[in-house]
Every structure is written in structure tokens, then in C-alpha cells.
């Protein structure tokens, strides 16, 4: 049996691990980032920021080259300048990034960081809890099987969270004028602008779903909305 204080100890160790991580990203973030300074993205976040009836979306720029949007622990948004490269040379557009800062903000204002800690903590203790029924009983595959069950899991909670804010991201930039199409462009060309489209990954192990089923889930909310455009 697995005793209580294991249990605890488990789950608060869990949360220190997620506030140190969140503790050394954001240490990380202030070293390596610039407030973001690109008029004509700007003017595609202004139309965010009247919709959310705030002055301004800040985002700021992670000076990295990797392609990606980050929303930090504390709030705040990042886009990469591996990002902004793309923008720069025709490859993506200003409504393309507007709806991954639309995303990021979704991640915000859905709590999903706070969800993440409560996750984090509560797959920690599954693992203790399994590594003593496995380890008891199948003692040389147990933890494998352990960190695959666990594994699991968080990729599945992560992948709910994406369509959540995928969700979000969509009535916000239908409510601002700019709609659903760049979302799902970018969506299309994002496997070639990160050099990952996620061949040979089995979907139930990616942390984010599939761009097919993203799509298929902004269209099916344009479909429930009435904002699906008119088929040509």
C-alpha cells in the first residue's frame, strides 16, 4: 500500500518542481527578450486589444531562432525571432501572428499555467502511486511502463489545453475583424516553418494535436458560430 505521506510528499514535490521551473523560465525570458517593436503587427494586436477593451497587447520578442509563441507563467506573451524572421521575409503574415499571439492569450485568460502546476503535481503522484503496484509486481518493466502511463497523460492534458486556446483564439479573431482564415493558414505551413510536422510521432504522444484536427475544430466552431465563409 501506498501510504499517505508518500502521497503528500509526492504532490509537493511536484509543485516545487513546476514553480522552479516556471521560476528559471522567466529568468531565462528577462535575459533573452526585447519589447516587441514591428508597426504592422502592432496594428493587427490593436484590433485584439479593442476587442479585450485594453489599451495595448504587450508581447514581447525571445530572441531565439527556433519558430514558436510562448505564454510565460506570469502572463506575459513571447513570440520567437525565429518568428518574426518568418514575418520578415513574406513567409508569414501580420494576421498569421496575431492569431498565435490570440493562442497565447488564450492560454492566459484560460488559466492554463495554473492548471499545468495542478496537472504536474497530480501526475507525480500517479507515478508514485504505480511505481509501487508495478514495481511490485513487474519489477523490471514497471517504471518503463510507468513513465509511458504518465507520459500519456500529460500529453493528452496538453492537447486539451491547445484546443482550448485554439477555441479562444478563434472567437477573438472573428470578434475583431480579422476571422479564422489566417489561424488556420498558419496551422498549414506550420511543419514547414518549424522543420517539424510530427512524422512518425503517433498522435496520442504529441503534446499538441494534430493540424488536421485543429483545423477540423475551428471549422466545426464556425460551423456552430455561423462564421463558417461561404464554400467557392
Excluded: C
Excluded at 111 to 124: A, P, V
Amino acid at each position: 500500500m501506498i501510504k499517505a505521506p508518500a502521497l503528500l510528499m509526492a504532490v509537493l514535490y511536484g509543485l516545487v518542481m513546476w514553480l522552479f521551473s516556471a521560476w528559471r523560465l522567466k529568468r531565462q525570458m528577462d535575459a533573452t527578450s526585447t519589447p516587441l517593436n514591428h508597426p504592422a503587427l502592432e496594428s493587427e494586436l490593436n484590433r485584439l486589444a479593442a476587442v479585450l477593451e485594453v489599451e495595448r497587447i504587450r508581447v514581447n520578442v525571445h530572441e531565439v531562432a527556433p519558430v514558436n509563441g510562448l505564454a510565460a507563467p506570469d502572463g506575459r506573451i513571447f513570440l520567437t525571432r525565429g518568428f518574426l524572421n518568418k514575418y520578415d521575409t513574406g513567409e508569414v503574415t501580420a494576421p498569421e501572428l496575431a492569431s498565435v499571439v490570440a493562442h497565447e492569450l488564450g492560454h492566459v485568460a484560460l488559466g492554463h499555467s495554473r492548471r499545468r502546476l495542478i496537472d504536474f503535481s497530480g501526475q507525480n503522484a500517479m507515478r508514485v502511486v504505480l511505481s509501487g503496484i508495478l514495481g511490485r509486481y513487474l519489477p523490471g518493466v514497471g517504471p518503463w511502463i510507468v513513465n509511458m502511463l504518465t507520459t500519456l497523460v500529460a500529453a493528452r492534458l496538453s492537447r486539451r489545453d491547445e484546443y482550448e486556446a485554439d477555441a479562444y483564439a478563434s472567437a477573438l479573431l472573428v470578434k475583431a475583424g480579422i476571422g479564422t482564415a489566417p489561424q488556420k493558414a498558419l496551422f498549414t505551413k506550420l511543419g514547414k516553418l518549424t522543420g517539424m510536422g510530427g512524422n512518425g510521432v503517433p498522435a496520442w504522444m504529441m503534446s499538441h494535436p494534430k493540424v488536421e484536427d485543429r483545423i477540423a475544430a475551428i471549422e466545426a466552431n464556425e460551423a456552430k458560430w455561423g462564421t463558417l465563409p461561404p464554400q467557392t
